[in-house]
């Protein structure tokens, strides 16, 4: 018999705000194809997951993380007989809404937004696949794979997770304190903590940030030392104690471990002046783009000609954006406070900083003073 069952009738975790016709893939594998083929999961692999490092090709991006999360809520998802369609669509699309810099980044888009409903990645995922990409259309996602890219949140580790058996208003969720619907999303959201557990201790041993010698012992003997140790630790334990407790958990043994290794990759790693360093220069990239659209925007509107006149890449492209999602800010989100908000966190790392580079100096009056200066 099977042992997890989720209690919401299909025709309520397969609801699209727009019906479709079905086909050979499956809805959950049409909603994994659709992530796939939109510009912001392409975008993905220019933007940071920890480590500022664009150079660096064995440093984590955010499309790799995302990729180790879909695949280990696979295959838990398959120990347990459950939907392993939707557990690779909802890992997929979980941080589509993740801003250029990482968590750094999120972090100065939230104190920029102070008092305009702050900022979270979870939240703003859902935005993303459900307005942002086709200019306003989305993807037209199942109701399970929209509740388990919102409730994803894996900051909090917790010990063990139930879903929420009930129908949310996904769109009405303003806070972190939800729980996925289905069984598979509840899986997405141990993935994910799953993910980026020894991962980010192998990118910072990597960097030199720290030393395989300074993790804690008991993690260690416990958890292993490398980041594929320590996935198959988690994955196996996730499974085992999942299936004798009869919801998604860790066993005491092994959470006990997770916690302390936890606490020691944000006193290292997360909290080390390395990236404390980098943040300073995030801020200033961000603000500078911020004032910088915000008054192109009061200066020019939705006049898509007129960004033209500031001479450079970044208004042209900025202008294009506003003709094109003019409509959607006009009709569905009551006006555009949000619209350079979108813009920047839809942004690469190499967007944003070559952006900021051209507002300083434009590339034409690059060639005019090159022009100039070898008398062409």
């Known amino acids: ?18 019906p479709r016709k079905d086909d050979f893939r499956g809805d959950y594998f049409r909603d994994t194809t659709a992530i796939i083929h939109s510009y912001p999961f392409r975008r993905l692999k220019h933007k940071t997951q920890v480590f500022f490092s664009p150079k660096n090709d ?35 699309g979980h941080d589509l809404g993740h801003t250029p810099f990482g968590h750094a980044g999120e972090q100065i888009i939230r104190k920029m937004r102070k008092g305009k409903g702050g900022f979270n990645h979870e939240l703003y995922s859902l935005r993303v696949v459900d307005h942002l990409i086709g200019y306003g259309k989305g993807l037209n996602l199942t109701y399970a794979v929209r509740d388990g890219i919102v409730t994803h949140c894996g900051e909090r580790f917790e010990q063990s997770i139930t879903p929420e058996q009930v129908e949310k208003d996904l769109s009405a969720i303003k806070s972190l304190d939800r729980y996925p619907s289905t069984w ?5 959201r141990m993935s994910d903590k799953i993910a980026y557990l020894g ?15 300074m993790l804690p012992e008991e993690c260690r003997k416990i958890l292993g030392t490398s980041n594929s140790e320590i996935i198959n630790t988690l994955v196996e334990d996730i499974i085992k104690t999942s299936r004798e407790r009869g919801t998604i958990s860790f066993s005491d043994r092994i959470i006990a471990a997770v916690k302390v290794q936890r606490d020691f990759n944000y006193t290292y790693i997360y909290r080390n002046p390395v990236l404390a360093g980098y943040q300073r220069y995030f801020e200033r990239i961000l603000h500078t783009l911020f004032g910088y659209l915000e008054e192109i925007f009061t200066r020019y509107g939705t006049d898509e000609e007129k960004y033209r006149e500031e001479n450079n890449i970044l208004a042209v492209r900025f202008g294009d954006y506003v003709r094109k999602m003019s409509d959607f800010y006009e009709s569905e989100d009551n006006g555009f406070d949000n619209l350079v908000t979108d813009y920047i966190a839809g942004m690469t790392d ?10 300083m100096i434009p590339e034409k009056m690059e060639d005019q003073f090159r022009r100039f200066l070898l008398g062409n």
């Open 1 to 18: 018999m099977k042992q997890f069952i989720n209690r919401l009738d299909s025709s309520i975790l397969l609801k699209r705000e727009i």
């Open 58 to 92: 064995h440093i984590c991006t955010r499309i790799e993380h995302v990729m180790h999360v879909a695949s280990i809520a696979a295959t838990v998802c398959k120990a347990l007989d459950l939907d392993t369609d939707l557990a690779w669509a909802i890992g997929l």
């Open 184 to 188: 598979e999303g509840a899986v997405v």
């Open 199 to 213: 991962r980010d201790i192998e990118d910072a041993i990597q960097l030199k940030v720290i030393s395989r010698e």
């Open 350 to 359: 190499n967007y944003a900083i070559e952006s900021v580079s051209e507002i």
